[in-house]
Every structure is written in C-alpha cells, then in structure tokens.
C-alpha cells in the first residue's frame, strides 16, 4: 500500500491514479507538476506586482483629482480596494489555497468591470472622442484598455486545470 501524492489517501502500490482524487501517481509526472508549480508561483508574483503598481497608480488618480476639485470622485479607490484584493488572492494561491483563487477572481472582477465603465466613460458610442470632442479622451480610452487586457488574460490563465489542481 502506498499513499497518494496529492491527497495522501491509502491506495494500492500499481495504481497509476488516485481512486479519490484522480492525482496520477507516477514518478514521469513529477517534474510536469514541479513545472506547473512554478508557472503558479509566477503568475502569483506577477499578480503581487501588478497589485502593487495599481494601489500606486490608484493612489495618484486620488491625488490629481483632489487637485481638481472633484469631491466624488472614487474610482482610485476601487483600484485600490480590488488590487487589495487582488494581492491577498495571489498570497493564498502562493500558500496552495484554492479560496486565493476565489477571492482573486472576485476582485479582478470589480477591477475589470470598473475599467470597462472607465473606459467608456472617456469615449462616446464609437469609441474616438467625447462630448466635447476632446482627443484626449481617446488617450484615455486607450490606456484604460491597455490595463485591462493583462487582467484578462491572467484570469483566464488562473482558471486553467494546470493551475487549479495545484490548490488545495
């Protein structure tokens, strides 16, 4: 009898796949774990990165609008509040906890929704200009999409089956 090497129930010694969790045993697969492992630990220090470039970038959109005046503006703040979020999901998922995925996904959510209204706030039914016909607002457009692209792809990528199985 030996034990699974994911969820360490007793199973025969010849068994390829754990009959619990279906985790294959044999020692080829190793080093393709060890490799999934590390591409985890990447997309997480990637994240924490990010995370942390954001609450800066978020804490400078506060700042300039408070130079302008605008009182209700509080779209810095939901930056920051979903990068918060955002870093302690990529923390867990370093720690092995599949609730680090959850929690990432939620606020990655609340970042990805708050710039998608962002962006279109900046730009008018076509995309170019708004109201007032400013081409600044189609900078604006653009640089809102350009952070949103990488937030995509990094939630799909943490979905994956290669990912997800490492988390417990």
């Known amino acids: 009898m030996t034990n699974c090497k994911r969820c360490n129930q007793q199973m ?12 294959d045993q044999r020692t080829n697969n190793i080093i393709h774990q060890k490799s999934n492992a590390s591409f985890l630990i990447v997309l997480c220090v990637l ?22 005046g605008e009182s209700n503006y509080i779209r810095g703040w939901i930056y920051a509040g979903s990068s918060i979020g955002t870093l302690t999901g990529a923390i867990m998922m370093i720690q092995r906890k599949l609730n680090g995925l959850y929690i990432y996904s939620t606020f990655q959510g609340i970042y990805i929704i708050t710039v998608l209204v962002a962006s279109l706030s900046y730009s008018d039914a076509f995309g170019s200009f708004d109201r007032s016909g400013n081409a600044a607002s189609l900078l604006a457009s653009g640089i809102a999409m350009f952070f949103l692209l990488p937030s995509i792809l990094f939630l799909i990528l943490y979905w994956t089956n290669m990912i997800k199985k490492h988390l417990t």
């Not at 025969?12 to 985790?23: A, K, L, Q, R, V």
């Not at 970038?57 to 506060?62: F, G, I, N, S, V």
Request: aromatic share 12%; net charge negative.
């Open 12 to 23: 025969d010694g010849e068994t390829n796949f754990c009959p619990t969790c279906g985790e």
């Open 47 to 68: 994240t924490i990165i990010g995370s942390v470039f954001t609450i800066g970038r978020a804490y400078l959109y506060e700042m300039v609008s408070m130079m302008d």
